[in-house]
């Protein structure tokens, strides 16, 4: 009983604290060059987004897991709750974009071309035809207002595709546990600013010709193995 | 548009009939008499007060595009001619256009802009075409907030309550700075004068305090504007990434 109560949780945790260390995350490299994707989309904006933005939400989700790893330490409820927006916002920006870039593939690597097998079948099913679903994701894409994502999901409950959106850098488990996503596309203003201007619906047209749908033919058949 | 509705207190199909929401319905003092006179039914007065409405012919631009009040390239090294223009000739105008669209020839027409977005903000479950007005809005306020060789240092009334308020001029500063870096996505920031503590703009304190009537820094999701909570817009700064991309990228 005595010895019990001296080596309690509270006495052991500063020790396990020197031995519990903080993963961190870095920035994933593109898997093509930055002007790779021209012109559908510009070597420039593709550069600032990876190296700019995309390094920002990896480098604010670091600091603010620092700060979320010593609130917890000291049992501050308050603090924990308070990072849950900065957490939210930066990590669901780093996991969005990882995501992005496997979306995007170079014309001759194969970007751009048709989903076949088991994905091109379910999206036949569910939405009638490619072309059905290219112009719902690309409405719901050019309505959304402000910044965000529109997706297209596989529903691992009830085995459906779906296109949904998210707001801001919600990442898309927010509109559902068991939604996994195949394909995102980032509409956020600086996605496309600088080269289509304010003219969405043009961006989200000529997107397609690089879209990689061999990864989410992949993603498509593991998860719904 | 809706199509013609049944009149709620006499149940006829009257095509002029709007529904401005789901949750009321509005008729000319002429047709209620008309309503009154045919049916048999309660014609007791509904508890909201209902205002005329005159059928004439729908003006297609309710609202017209405000000229900017200085030529394009007058904010520059600070805002290019490029970013001026774009975000007054495409943004502002797109709203502009995309409002008259869906209001013309409805009530909404005829209403005042501030009026307009307060009514379509609807307390927090804003129709459809509060995005619009309130950009209008948003972008109206914008440009005034800005002028040629502007700048400088507030006087007088406005400076005695910012040192009051945020203690100093730098103290300020820094509190937008901060507001504009971390409004998650789209949005603006405001300087704006708060009458009231409780930050539910239709509710009025009931015991007033020296925490009402202060100036504060609020940041505002998407189109949303601090109007919609009764607060008075002093300055905004439109930190939507199109406002300021082209110049400075990041």
Redesign the interface.
């Known amino acids: 009983m005595a010895l019990r109560s001296v080596v309690s949780r509270k006495t052991l945790a500063p020790a396990l604290r020197h031995y519990r260390s903080l993963t961190t995350f870095t920035l994933p490299d593109l898997p093509y060059d930055y002007g790779a994707l021209e012109p559908a989309i510009s070597g420039e904006i593709m550069r ?1 987004h990876h190296q ?2 995309h390094q ?1 939400y990896v480098t604010n989700y670091n600091k603010a897991l620092e700060q979320l790893d010593a609130a917890v330490s000291k049992g501050d409820v308050r603090g924990v709750v308070q990072l849950q ?1 900065a957490l939210k ?1 930066n990590g669901g920006g780093h996991v969005n974009h990882s995501i992005f870039w496997q979306n995007l593939k170079p014309v001759s690597e194969g970007g751009g071309e048709p989903p076949h097998g088991a994905l091109g079948w379910a999206i036949d099913k569910d939405f009638g035809s490619l072309e059905a679903l290219v112009k719902k994701i690309n409405s719901e894409g050019a309505a959304l ?4 994502w529109v997706w297209l999901a596989l529903d691992n409950e009830q085995k459906i595709l779906k296109v949904e959106t998210t ?3 919600d990442p898309l488990v927010t509109k559902g546990t068991s939604l996994v996503p195949l394909l995102g596309i980032d509409v ?3 996605a496309y ?2 080269q289509y ?2 003219v969405r619906p043009d961006y989200l047209t000529n997107i397609w010709k690089v879209i990689n749908w061999k990864y989410a033919s992949e993603v498509y058949e593991k998860e719904s193995a | 548009m809706q199509p013609a509705t049944a009149c709620a207190f006499s149940g006829l199909t009257i095509p002029w009939l709007r529904r401005c929401s789901s949750l009321r319905v509005k008729c000319s003092t002429s047709q209620r008499a008309h309503c009154a006179s045919t049916s048999t039914a309660d014609t007791a007065e509904p508890t909201e007060p209902i205002g005329p409405i005159e059928p004439i012919e729908p003006d297609p631009e309710p609202f017209k595009l405000k000229p900017l009040p200085y030529p394009f390239n007058a904010l520059e090294p600070h805002m290019s001619k490029e970013t001026v223009e ?1 975000h007054w000739e ?2 502002h105008r ?1 709203h502009v256009d995309s409002l008259n669209a869906i209001i013309q020839g409805t009530e909404f027409a005829e209403m005042k802009l501030e009026n307009m977005v307060l009514t379509s903000y609807n307390e927090g479950n804003p129709l459809p075409f509060f ?1 619009h007005a309130s950009q209008v809005w948003n972008h109206d306020f914008f440009w005034e907030t800005m002028k040629p060789g502007g700048g400088g240092n507030p006087s007088g009334v406005l400076r005695d309550l910012i040192e009051r308020d945020f203690g100093s001029l730098d103290e300020l500063a820094k509190e937008i700075q901060n507001a504009a870096l971390t409004q ?4 603006w920031v405001w300087l704006a004068y708060k009458r009231h503590r409780l930050g539910v703009g239709n509710d009025i304190n009931p015991r007033p305090s020296e925490k009402d009537k202060r100036l504060v820094v609020v940041k505002t ?3 949303v504007s601090p109007i919609v909570w009764d607060y008075y817009p002093l300055l905004a700064i439109d930190v ?3 406002a300021y ?2 110049d400075y ?2």
């Open positions: 600032l700019k933005h920002t927006s916002f207002q402000g910044s965000g707001p801001n850098q956020w203003e600086h600013y600088l201007k304010n | 774009y495409r943004h797109g995005v998650f996505g789209s949005g999701p998407n189109s939507w990434e199109h991309y082209v990228e990041v």
